[in-house]
Every structure is written in structure tokens, then in C-alpha cells.
């Protein structure tokens, strides 16, 4: 996994199990006999990289929020954050999935676990009363997810120079301005019931085709369980 993680900043489009195991010293059949394929050993190395970018601890602050604006920003906070810690391996999986079916797979698996993420947050504001135009959880995940993807992040930060904390600003504040309901203000009573939120996500994560082996524990856990 070391020796993915020093490759990868590096790597045009792909990477060959047949090169890490060259810059590993080892033979290529220990890579599939520890990480199953070439796609196992790609999810270790995204989630060391959510790992040290502290995504795991951010993402259980988000679900601690008193609201579902609060647990917003606090996500999109975490989502911009990662990829300005983890950017050298974001880089190479925005270079190599359109190319490489592998991990063309993996992002895919990623990006149907943070739109879940999204959704439970939308389905709160719904409860809520705060999503424009009186529409969807979904519709508002949609629209927040775009607005958040590393396309963007790498347009304002990496090509145009604006500070992370710039960033996170102005997109924070598009996505709010997009899916809240003008007017509209926090509402803190009922408090959220995040865990049946994250239950409702996971089950529809599954149903979209995420790998429930993927999920957080508690997500595991909910798997197939939860409402729609």
C-alpha cells in the first residue's frame, strides 16, 4: 500500500499491479493474496488517504449537528478538506477513471457513499421545511453533490489559486443558496434522529448499488434495514 501511495502522484492515467509489485519488491501474486485485485488494494489506499486526512472524525462531528444546515456546512467543510489534504491521489483517480475501468469502479463506489452522506443531511432539511421550492431530499443531494465534486475544488484552488478556506466559502454558500428555501431558519426540535437518517441512507446506498462491505459500521449494519 506504501509503495501505491508513493506511486500514484506520479502515474499518468494508470497503474499496473505488475509496477507496484516491481516498487514493492514483491511478487505480484502477494498483492491479490493481501488485497483480493488490483481494486482492493486502491480502497485501502483511498480510505488511508480519508484516514489521514481526518475524514472519519469530520464526518462524525457532521452527524452530531444540532441541524441539518449545520451538519451541511460541516460536511462540505470535510468533502474540501479531503481533497486538499489527499489531492495527489484525487488527481490520479480524476486522471484514470475514464480510462481505467478499476478504478473507474472505485470512484463510482466513492461517489454513491457521499451522495448517501448528502441525502441523509437533505432528508433532515426536508424534515425540516428548508429545502427550496418544497422539493426532494434527493433533488437537493443532486444539487450539492455537484457543487461540491473535486472538479470544482481543483478549478478554484489548484488552477485559479484561492485558499482552501476561500473555497470552501464560496462553495458552502453556493450549495446553501441553491437548496435552501429563502427565509427559511434552522430548526432544532425535534432533534435530528441521525442514526435512522443514516440507516435510510445506507438502504439506499444498497439499492444504488454501493458495496455494503464499504460502509461504515453502523452503515453495515443498517444495510437493507432502514426506510426508504
Known sequence: MASARELIPAAESSLGVDEIARHAGVAVQTIYDQFGSKGGLLVAVVLDVQRSAGLVEAIEGVFRSRDGEAAMRKMIAATLTLWHRGWPYIEFILRARRVDAVVGRENAQVDLLRHAHLWAICQRLEDEGRINGRRSAAWAADQVFALTTATVYEELV???????????????????????????????????????????????AARSGADATRFPGAWRRAAGKGPM
Open 158 to 204: 489548484v488552477r485559479r489559486g484561492w485558499s482552501l478556506k476561500a473555497a470552501t466559502d464560496a462553495i458552502t454558500g453556493a450549495a446553501l443558496a441553491a437548496v435552501l428555501e429563502s427565509g427559511t431558519t434552522a430548526v432544532r426540535s425535534p432533534a435530528p434522529d441521525w442514526i435512522a437518517l443514516e440507516s435510510a441512507a445506507a438502504t439506499r
